[in-house]
C-alpha cells in the first residue's frame, strides 16, 4: 500500500511540474517572446545563456519579483497586468531553463519569498513617488 502511494505521489509532482513547464510556455509564449525572443528593449533573449546567467545567479526569488513589478524598460507583469504571481513565475522559471537553468516550478515557500520581495520593491517604489 505505501509503495502504491509513493509511487502516485511521484506520479502528482511529475505532473505538476509538466503543467507548470506547459503553462510557463504559454505564458512566455503569449507575453514575453515579444520582446525576451527577440531582444527588443534590451531584453535578455531566452537561450542567451550568457546574459541569464548574471539574473539566474541574483536567485529565483528576486528576479521574478523584479519582472513583476517591472524592471528597467520591462513594464510590470511584462505589461499584462491581470497575471498571477504564479503564472508569471512559471514564466521566468521557463525562460530561465531554457537558457541555462536548472529551476523548480515555485512552490508555496518561494511563492511567499516572491510575495515579500515584491512588497519590497512597491514599497520602495511607493517612496519615490511621494518625493
Known sequence: MKAFF????????????????????????AVCASCHASGANNAPRVGDQRKWAVLIREGQARITAD???????MPARGGKPDL???????????????????WSAPDAQLLAAIQREIDKREKSLALKTKK
Open 6 to 29: 509513493s509511487i502516485a505521489a511521484a506520479l502528482s509532482i511529475g505532473l505538476l511540474t509538466m503543467n507548470a513547464h506547459a503553462n510557463g510556455e504559454a505564458t512566455y509564449q
Open 67 to 73: 519582472g513583476y513589478v517591472g524592471v528597467r524598460a
Open 84 to 102: 498571477s504571481i504564479e503564472e508569471f513565475a512559471s514564466a521566468v522559471v521557463y525562460m530561465a531553463n531554457q537558457s541555462g537553468g536548472r
